[in-house]
C-alpha cells in the first residue's frame, strides 16, 4: 500500500502546563484550557468575529479534549465526546528551549539539549561589540530598539523614527531571537535581508538560533502592517532530522508555509508558501491531492501564534481555531488508504499569559487517517516520539531519538 504522511503544526497550540514549566515561569500556562474558558464564560465574544462557547466539533472528534485530560486532568470546556475516532496523546518537550526551532526539531526526532544563547531584558540588550560590527559590516548609521518587544507595540512607538532616520528597528523576546524591522519600501525588502543576514553570522559567537526579518508598509503611527514578506534565517537543526532522512531516500519533503525556514532550508524537496492559516489549508489541501507515495507533507499554521498568542488576542485566537476546525473535514475527506496524519504543536503562547512571549506546554499528539489506530497514546515525554512515529509508517530505519507511539 502506499503511505504518506503528513503533519499540521497548529503554531503555539499548547494543551496545559508541561511537568518542567515552572522552570519558565510558565506553570499557570495552559492555552487551549484558557480559551476554552475564556469562550465559556463569554469573555471571548468579539461582534462581527465569534461568540459563545469554543466549537471545535471536528477537533474534539479527534481526541483534543482527551488530549488535554492527559495534560491537566480536566477536558477544557465545551470538548466533551463520546467516542474519538483517532489516537490522542500530550506531549511534552525534552528540548532546553521552548522556542519554534526547537519545537519543529524535537518532533522530526532532533531535540535540542543544548540551550540557545538569549538576549538580557535590559536595555540595551545586544552586546555593543555586536551591534559595533553590525553598524560597520552593513554602513548603517544606528539601529532603534534595542531591546524586548512586542514586534506590532515597537512599529507604533519606533516606526515612524524609523522611516524618519533609516535606522533599522531591532528587538528581540524570550526566544533566542534577533528581529529587524525595516519598511519595505522606505528601507527596501532586499536590504532588510542583507543586513539581516549579517546579524545572523555576525550572532554566531553568540548562539542566536535565528534572525527574523519583519519588512513592513504605513507611513505613520496606528497604520503600520507587517507583510508576509517575512524571513526566518534559521540554524541548521544539530542533527539528521526525519526531513532530511526521507531527502537521503529520494522521498518528498514538502514545506508548507514556513517549515522550510525553521529547518535552514535542509531536508526540503518543494516549497509552498502561503500568506494566512486559510491559504496554508488551502496549500495543504492541494497537497493532499497531489503528494506522491512515500511523501511527508509538513504545514506551519503559523498565524495561532503570531497574530494571537504573542498579541495576547483570546477571541482572535478562538476565532482562528473554529475557522481551522470547521476546515478539517475537507481534510479528512480527501486521505487516502496508507496515509496517516498528525496535528499538533511546537509550544505554547497562552493569550491569558502576563507578557508576550511562548509558555511551556504540553502539546497534542493526534494521529488520524485511514492508517491511524484509535485510542490513547498516554503521555509522551517528547515530541520525538511522533516523529518516530512516522518514520516507522514510512518505512525508514529508526531515528535516533524518540519511541513510535504505535
Ligand atoms: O512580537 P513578534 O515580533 O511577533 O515576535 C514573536 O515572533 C518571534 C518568532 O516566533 C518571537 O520572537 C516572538 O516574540
Ligand atoms: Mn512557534
Ligand atoms: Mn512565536
Not at 472528534?61 to 491537566?72: D, I, N, S, V
Request: charge should be negative.
Amino acid at each position: 500500500m502506499e503511505r504518506r504522511a503528513f503533519i499540521l503544526v497548529m503554531d503555539s497550540f499548547g494543551i496545559g502546563a508541561a511537568p518542567d514549566a515552572a522552570r519558565f515561569g510558565d506553570e499557570a500556562a495552559d492555552t487551549l484550557g484558557h480559551i476554552a474558558a475564556a469562550c465559556a464564560s463569554g469573555l471571548a465574544d468579539r461582534p462581527g468575529l465569534r461568540a459563545g462557547p469554543l466549537r471545535l466539533p471536528n477537533l474534539a472528534q479527534l481526541g483534543l479534549g482527551r488530549a488535554a485530560e492527559l495534560a491537566t486532568g480536566h477536558i477544557p470546556a465545551g470538548l466533551q465526546i463520546a467516542h474519538v475516532s483517532g489516537a490522542f496523546g500530550a506531549a511534552a518537550e525534552k528540548s532546553a528551549g521552548k522556542d519554534t526551532p526547537s519545537g519543529h526539531w524535537e518532533m522530526a526526532g532532533c531535540p535540542v539539549p543544548v540551550d540557545w544563547g538569549y538576549f538580557p531584558q535590559s536595555v540595551p540588550a545586544f552586546p555593543a561589540d555586536f551591534v559595533a560590527a553590525f553598524l560597520k559590516e552593513t554602513g548603517l548609521p544606528g539601529i532603534l530598539g534595542n531591546c524586548h518587544a512586542s514586534g506590532t507595540e515597537i512599529l507604533d512607538r519606533l516606526g515612524e523614527e524609523h522611516i524618519r532616520t533609516g535606522y533599522p528597528i531591532c528587538y528581540t523576546s524570550a526566544d533566542s531571537v534577533f528581529q529587524v524591522a525595516a519598511h519595505e519600501v522606505h528601507f527596501g525588502l532586499e536590504r532588510l535581508l542583507a543586513i539581516c543576514a549579517v546579524a545572523k553570522r555576525l550572532l554566531e559567537p553568540w548562539r542566536i538560533a535565528r534572525v527574523i526579518a519583519r519588512p513592513f508598509l504605513g507611513e505613520a503611527r496606528g497604520t503600520f502592517i507587517r507583510t508576509a514578506n517575512r524571513r526566518d534565517l534559521t540554524t541548521p537543526p544539530p542533527e539528521d532530522t526525519l526531513l532530511d532522512r526521507l531527502v537521503a531516500e529520494g522521498r518528498e519533503v514538502i514545506s508548507v508555509g514556513k517549515i522550510a525556514d525553521i529547518f535552514g532550508g535542509r531536508g526540503i524537496s518543494r516549497k509552498v508558501k502561503a500568506a494566512d492559516n486559510q491559504a496554508l489549508f488551502d496549500a495543504t489541501l492541494d497537497c493532499v491531492a497531489t503528494a506522491p507515495a512515500g511523501s511527508l507533507t509538513f504545514t506551519n499554521f503559523v498565524d495561532f501564534d503570531t497574530l494571537f498568542g504573542h498579541r495576547r488576542d483570546v477571541a482572535g485566537y478562538a476565532a482562528a481555531l473554529e475557522a481551522f476546525d470547521t476546515r478539517l473535514p475537507a481534510f479528512l475527506a480527501a486521505l487516502r488508504p496508507g496515509d496517516l496524519a498528525l496535528i499538533s504543536a511546537d509550544h505554547g503562547c497562552d493569550p491569558t499569559a502576563p507578557g508576550s512571549d511562548h509558555t511551556r506546554e504540553f502539546v497534542p499528539a493526534l494521529f488520524f487517517g485511514p492508517a491511524a489506530p484509535v485510542g490513547s497514546l498516554g503521555r509522551r515525554d517528547s515530541f520525538a516520539d511522533l516523529g518516530q512515529t512516522l518514520a516507522a509508517h514510512l518505512g525508514l530505519d529508526r531515528l535516533a531519538h524518540g519511541e513510535a507511539c504505535f
